[in-house]
Nanobody, 125 residues
Framework: QVQLVESGGGLVQAGGSLKLSCAAA????????MGWFRQAPGKERELVAG????????VSPDSVRGRFTISRDNAKNTVDLQMNSLKPEDTAVYYC??????????????????WGQGTQVTVFS
């Protein structure tokens, strides 16, 4: 079993930056792929960035590519999401996710069996 703890959410002006962090704890290791998802009111939960255990495989949608950067530190069991040039449409609850089953990331939330509690990101203009 793995517990994920998120931090770094908050209120930021459009064009600004935020860095989200997620720490994994538990005895069910090693963790394979990890990712960040977000869910805005009235919308489905969607992947914003995913990363393989080695960091060699990265996935992200066109809406955030070039603005968001995911990274991980396997020694510390952490994964971060650096968000730059934030837009009001980025406003959502952001969730950290992990899987012990798959090495490479996936766009599907169903492939991740461990989830954080979520952290609110609000972007105003």
């Amino acid at each position: 079993q793995v517990q994920l703890v998120e931090s770094g959410g908050g209120l930021v002006q459009a064009g600004g930056s935020l860095k989200l962090s997620c720490a994994a704890a538990g005895h069910t290791l090693p963790i394979g792929a990890m990712g960040w998802f977000r869910q805005a009111p009235g919308k489905e939960r969607e992947l914003v960035a995913g990363i393989s255990r080695s960091g060699s495989s990265l996935v992200s949608p066109d809406s955030v590519r070039g603005r968001f950067t995911i990274s991980r530190d396997n020694a510390k069991n952490t994964v971060d999401l650096q968000m730059n040039s934030l837009k009001p449409e980025d406003t959502a609850v952001y969730y950290c996710a992990a899987t012990a089953t798959y090495y490479n990331p996936s766009y599907s939330a169903k492939t991740y069996e461990y989830w954080g509690q979520g952290t609110q990101v609000t972007v105003f203009s």
